[in-house]
């Protein structure tokens, strides 16, 4: 029942009296309002969450993360390039370094041509950077948002992406990054495709780590995200189940279309809290920094900026688990990096000399 037709008969005289289109007028400002507090709420919210000073403890613990793109393994980069590489990473907290060795196919193989100096490229690096690991980041789209991609719910395919996960260890890589998306909340068929892939990973001494979605923000808002078919959100419960099941897990914590800094910040501030209350004390937890430039609906790259990251996880860190030591970040990535985002990073991370 709306405002207006809750109003006592005496209070419906002031409304008589206006004109027809004044009316109107006072209507459309009344269901503007009643639409927009919600919002204006959340993102007072956001700002509060932005407010304060970071821990001066709250920086990099040497356990931060790098996503390369796909020129490392198909030829484009060679052994200097790994050698600027390595000597770039001595001033930064990364040691893992997530590079991009696929796509799967739709049945969750993967061809091996897709990768041919993948042996090359982990050889190079184990020699300039022996204290830098690289693990093999396979990803795919997956059903049914995009029904020409991966179904999970095929026993055949989740064997496969755990069969592909083999076939890059076998090239030396240190371990395994899966990043599939869209993932629905809740999805049982990642969950084991998780499962058997660990089999893999840990019969080799090998590591599995896993991209996620952003946690909801709100109650259930998962389910919204769902029923519009496009899922944004996993529920914490869901990213807990997830956390358990891997050794590394990196939150997409971007492409929120956030309008500003403070409100983008607040919003990381809040991705990083939830996810240290769901990550598992033996399980490494990083949140991912926008380093990339694309302008869209879910993103603007002047909101979105590695500065407003890097000082939301240090206000979320040091709220909920100061003496989390298992905890990092990751950039993304290597090949959209400015120089601005390394010294955002290098500043109010690494040196945390910023707030």
Not at 4 to 31: D, H, I, N
Not at 171 to 192: M, N, Q, Y
């Amino acid at each position: 029942m709306s405002t207006l037709a809750t109003l006592p008969r005496r209070g419906w005289r002031w409304w008589r009296r206006l004109p027809r289109l004044r009316r109107a007028g006072v209507a459309l400002l009344l269901v503007l309002a009643a639409l927009l507090t919600p919002v204006a709420t959340a993102a007072l919210a956001l700002r509060l969450a932005y407010a304060g000073e970071p821990r001066a403890d709250a920086r990099s613990r040497g356990r931060d993360a790098l996503w390369l793109g796909h020129a490392w393994v198909d030829g484009r980069k060679g052994e200097a390039d790994v050698a600027a590489l390595a000597a770039s990473l001595r001033s930064t907290g990364i040691r893992d370094l997530y590079v991009h060795a696929g796509p799967l196919e739709h049945d969750g193989t993967l061809h091996a041509d897709l990768h041919p100096q993948a042996a090359r490229l982990v050889e190079q690096l184990h020699r300039a950077a022996p204290d830098v690991r690289a693990h093999a980041w396979l990803g795919d789209l997956v059903a049914p948002e995009k029904p020409e991609g991966l179904h999970l719910d095929r026993p055949e395919v989740r064997a496969a992406i755990a069969a592909s996960a083999g076939q890059v260890l076998d090239a030396g890589f240190a371990g395994v990054h899966l990043d599939l998306e869209p993932l629905h909340s809740g999805d049982p068929g990642f969950l084991d495709v998780l499962d058997r892939t660990r089999a893999v990973t840990a019969a080799r001494g090998a590591l599995l780590s896993v991209s996620t979605p952003k946690i909801d923000p709100l109650p259930a808002l998962h389910t919204v995200g769902g029923l519009a078919g496009h899922p944004r959100w996993w529920s914490q419960a869901y990213f807990g189940q997830v956390a358990r099941r891997v050794d590394q897990v990196a939150v997409m914590s971007y492409d929120t279309g956030m309008p500003l800094p403070s409100l983008y910040g607040g919003y990381v501030a809040q991705q990083t809290a939830l996810a240290l209350e769901a990550t598992p004390e033996r399980v490494d937890l990083l949140v991912g920094l926008p380093a990339y430039h694309d302008n869209g609906v879910n993103h603007r790259a002047s909101a979105e900026t590695v500065a407003a990251a890097v000082r939301g996880v240090r206000l979320g860190l040091g709220r909920t688990d100061p003496g989390r030591q298992r905890f990092g970040v990751a950039l993304y990535v290597d090949f959209a990096a400015t120089p601005g985002d390394w010294a955002a990073y290098r500043t109010g991370w690494v040196g945390a000399g910023g707030s």
